[in-house]
């Protein structure tokens, strides 16, 4: 079983729409969780850090069930320049290494 | 932040030869690590460089096949060694960064590489 998984999506959405995917993590002592996105051929950037509380910031709304070991991610209010591949990534101990899920490509169109 | 540059940012290798990749921070960073991406895939975890001592590897990843190199805090480099066509791949190097208040790994351009 892999690590972390992902709807690979494609989610094609018009402008204005709400899209929400997530992802799921196998290891229950996993401590920390990012989303990360990646554009057609550029490297992965931190979107948000993903809390326990849930948290927001803009139209990204991220949110973590630990007893259901998911994570979600909303994207309100979508813009065609939201269009890449969201990477869930997960750390699993305090060595900082990570590991990412597949991705779910999200298009938003015109 | 950091700023990570990665020289090639690609090459077309022959079977058989071995390319080496340069990752070049602009601050000095106790953690670096090396990741490779295959086409339509996500990130793998190759290993971790560690400075004044051996790199770390994964699992299904060897010092003979991934020699890397780290002789300072701001400088790695990973050799591909006795390229097949299945290490075509991106290559990227990352840092771990501690900012004010959030912690965040920073990933270099990458290095795309063909294996003909």
């Known amino acids: 079983r892999k690590e972390v998984e992902q709807d690979p999506g494609p989610f094609n959405v018009p402008e204005g729409a709400t899209v929400a995917f997530n992802c799921t993590y196998s290891n229950s002592a996993s401590q920390s969780f990012f989303w990360y996105r990646q554009d057609c051929r550029k490297e992965p950037k931190l979107l948000m850090s993903?809390?326990?509380s849930g948290n927001e910031d803009g139209r990204f709304t991220a949110q973590l069930n630990r007893a259901s070991q998911y994570i979600s991610l909303l994207i309100r209010d979508s813009k065609l320049s939201d269009s890449a591949t969201y990477l869930c990534v997960v750390n699993i101990g305090n060595d900082y290494k990570l590991s990412f899920g597949a991705g779910t490509t999200v298009t938003v169109r015109a | 932040s950091a700023v990570i540059s990665q020289k090639p940012s690609r090459d077309i290798c022959q079977r058989g030869t071995s390319l080496t990749i340069q990752c070049q921070v602009d601050s000095q960073v106790t953690m670096m690590f090396w990741y490779r991406q295959q086409p339509g895939q996500s990130l793998t975890l190759i290993a971790t460089a560690n400075q004044g001592s051996e790199a770390t590897y994964e699992s299904g990843f060897v010092i003979d096949k991934f020699p890397i190199s780290r002789p300072n805090l701001t400088f790695s480099t990973l050799t591909v060694s006795n390229m097949s066509p299945e290490d075509s791949s991106i290559y990227l190097c990352?840092?771990?960064?501690?900012?004010?208040?959030?912690?965040?790994?920073?990933f270099g351009p990458g290095t795309r590489l063909t294996v003909t």
């Open positions: 993903v809390y326990s």
């Open positions: 990352s840092v771990f960064s501690h900012g004010s208040g959030s912690n965040e790994q920073y």
